[in-house]
Nanobody, 121 residues
C-alpha cells in the first residue's frame, strides 16, 4: 500500500509563511511528478505547483514569486514553501503524486488527506 502524508498547515497572518511537507511511504518503485493542489470552499481543486523527478517546476500565476516547490527524492518527500501569504491563499492543500509501486509497470495517482491553510488576521 502507498500513502501520502501531509503536514505543516495552520493559521498564519497575512504576509506570513508556512512550509508544507508531504512524504510518500509504502511499496514504492518510483515517483514521477509530485505536486500540490488547493481547494477553497465552493471552488474546484486547482493545481498550485508541480515538480518532476529532475527538479523541473511549474506554478500557477497567482503564487509565482511567493511559493517554492522542492523535493527530496531520497526521502520521497515534496515541500511547498509559502511566503507572503494572502487571505486568498486560504484553502485545503492536497499533495498528489504519480507513483509506480514496486513490481508494477504503471504509474497511478495518489492523494494525501489534505491540510488546512488559513491566512487571517
Amino acid at each position: 500500500q502507498v500513502q501520502l502524508m501531509e503536514s505543516g498547515g495552520g493559521l498564519v497572518q497575512p504576509g506570513g509563511s508556512l512550509r508544507l511537507s508531504c512524504a510518500a511511504s509504502g511499496s514504492i518503485g518510483s515517483i514521477n511528478v509530485m505536486d500540490w493542489y488547493h481547494q477553497a470552499p465552493g471552488k474546484q481543486r486547482e493545481l498550485v505547483a508541480a515538480i518532476n523527478y529532475g527538479g523541473g517546476t511549474n506554478y500557477v500565476d497567482s503564487v509565482k514569486g511567493r511559493f517554492t516547490i522542492s523535493r527530496d527524492n531520497a526521502k520521497n518527500t515534496v515541500y511547498l514553501q509559502m511566503n507572503s501569504l494572502k487571505p486568498e491563499d486560504t484553502a485545503v492543500y492536497y499533495c498528489h503524486a504519480k507513483i509506480r509501486r514496486s513490481g508494477s509497470s504503471y504509474f497511478y495517482d495518489y492523494w494525501g488527506q489534505g491540510t488546512q491553510v488559513t491566512v487571517s488576521s
